[in-house]
T-cell receptor
């Protein structure tokens, strides 16, 4: 049950687009379409942003989108805004009836 | 309104035990899988355990197997995590979250802090 691999940090200017990658293995990301993404502001509980690789819950801005290719999933945020600055985590269902999270990515809006 | 409220955290010595609770409201508790996820200070999220709606199926992260036990009381709308043989590295905020199908952990509670220290 190794953690999924995410970049430690990414940054972008307001209005730009950024992409956060989430790399797993044949036992998790590439095997199942149960990849989701969470946003966490300091001192707050995580919030669901994307589920089932690319579906967006109601109420989440359409600036957030998800995709997957092989064992790597990605979260793209377009039209960056100051309030997007947060930590982002991916997670995937994994073989053996378990779940695994990524190590997290700190997004800085310059 | 869907709400999840964790409780039971606190300071415990290494080797000790603690039972966390997660009281839920606003949805039919017995219809959903439930999860525990933890976050050590300044670190990332780590999945701990999950349990099916009827309590018949549970899973654990390898590092918690044999020490942690998840359970639920559907009559009381409450999820539990029994933690035994606690280690310093178990220090974390523990969150409960509803498993809302298709891999969704939604929503999350506000978390309860467990500190393991002598």
């Amino acid at each position: 049950q190794s953690a999924l691999t995410q970049p430690a940090s990414v940054s972008g200017s307001p209005g730009q687009s950024i992409t956060i990658s989430c790399t797993g293995t044949s036992s998790d990301v590439s095997a199942y379409n149960y990849v989701s993404w969470y946003q966490q502001h300091p001192g707050k509980a995580p919030k669901l942003m994307i589920y089932a690789v690319s579906d967006r819950p109601s109420g989440v801005s359409n600036r957030f989108s998800g995709s997957k290719s092989g064992n790597t999933a990605s979260l793209t945020i377009s039209g960056l805004q100051a309030e997007d600055e947060a930590d982002y985590y991916c997670t995937s269902y994994a073989s053996g009836n378990t779940w695994v999270f990524g190590g997290g990515t700190k997004l800085t809006v310059l | 309104e869907v709400q999840l409220v964790e409780s039971g955290g606190g300071l415990v010595q290494p080797g000790g035990s603690l039972r966390l609770s997660c009281a839920v409201s606003g949805f039919t508790f017995s219809s959903y899988w439930m999860h525990w996820v933890r976050q050590a200070p300044g670190k990332g999220l780590v999945w701990v355990s999950h349990i099916s709606g009827d309590g018949s199926n549970a899973g654990y992260a390898d590092s918690m197997k044999g020490r942690f036990s998840i359970s639920r009381d559907n009559a009381k709308n409450t999820l539990y995590l029994q933690m035994n043989s606690l280690r310093v590295e178990d220090t974390a905020v523990y969150y409960c979250a509803r498993g809302f199908g298709a891999g969704r952990f939604d929503p999350w509670g506000q978390g309860t802090l467990v500190t393991v220290s002598s």
